[in-house]
């Protein structure tokens, strides 16, 4: 008997995305600011906790600034022209490296090619203008990351272990029978081994988010003990 999934589109961070997404554009609006980069800087800096999010943040800030400053650069001495778009690509990327700026490099180097076509001749006004844009994207998204819809991930943590339980015994009960039968271990024998592999990583994973989310969010004694007991499980 076929059972039917149900697929939850619209999650806590999508939400969050889509309201971090509205609150930008609308200050850029009343600010008169360029509304692309905020937005696009929104939109790739929700994270999975607050702690992540505001620990990339500070990052992701000055990988926008060299962004922005090497767009500038190349597009007063090539102007917008394909050879422009390439070196503000990989100047961006190479100093992003070798700063050890990694989680700022895809909004440092969405923020180069996006300043190119829209740059003037007024180059200062225009850097200050992106970079002021990039960092109301950057502020709005850590801010609504903190206090819209904080996430638990205890109860889907509870609910993947149990999971696992069952996967492990009829994973086991599959070898044994194998080896009792002197066979060759079979392909969907393989295929379980990788799933529980799979869902113990998950499970970790998990557990790594809700200790930082626990950092600026408050939880009780007993939700610290749940926590604990799923975790040694």
């Not at 009343?30 to 620990?55: C, G, H, M, Q, Y």
């Not at 001749?121 to 709005?140: A, E, K, M």
């Not at 970790?204 to 989310?213: A, D, S």
Request: hydrophobic share 45%; glycine share 4%.
């Amino acid at each position: 008997m076929f059972k039917i999934k149900k697929f939850n589109i619209i999650g806590g961070r999508v939400i969050k995305t889509a309201i971090a997404v509205f609150v930008t554009a609308l200050i850029c609006y009343w600010l008169n600011l360029p509304t692309a980069f905020a937005v696009i800087t929104a939109i790739v800096t929700v994270e999975p906790t607050a702690a992540d999010s505001i620990r990339k943040g500070l990052i992701r800030f000055p990988a926008s600034a060299i962004g922005a400053a090497l767009a500038i650069l190349f597009t007063s001495l090539f102007g917008d022209t394909p050879v422009t778009y390439t070196l503000a690509t990989l100047f961006t990327i190479v100093i992003c490296h070798k700063l050890h700026l990694e989680d700022g490099m895809l909004v440092a180097t969405l923020t180069a090619v996006a300043m190119i076509p829209t740059t003037n001749d007024h180059y200062l006004l225009s850097f200050v203008s992106r970079l002021g844009s990039t960092s109301i994207g950057l502020i709005i998204s850590t801010l609504v990351n903190i206090f819209v819809l904080p996430p638990n991930y205890s109860p889907r943590i509870t609910t993947m272990i149990h999971n696992l339980f069952v996967k492990t015994g009829n994973l086991l009960e599959s070898r044994v029978i194998e080896l009792v039968l002197a066979k060759q271990t079979e392909f969907k024998t393989r295929i379980s081994f990788q799933e529980v592999n799979k869902s113990m990583d998950t499970i970790e994973k998990l557990c790594r988010y809700q200790r930082k989310e626990w950092k600026y969010h408050r939880h009780s004694r007993k939700d610290m003990k749940l926590f604990h007991y799923e975790n040694k499980k």
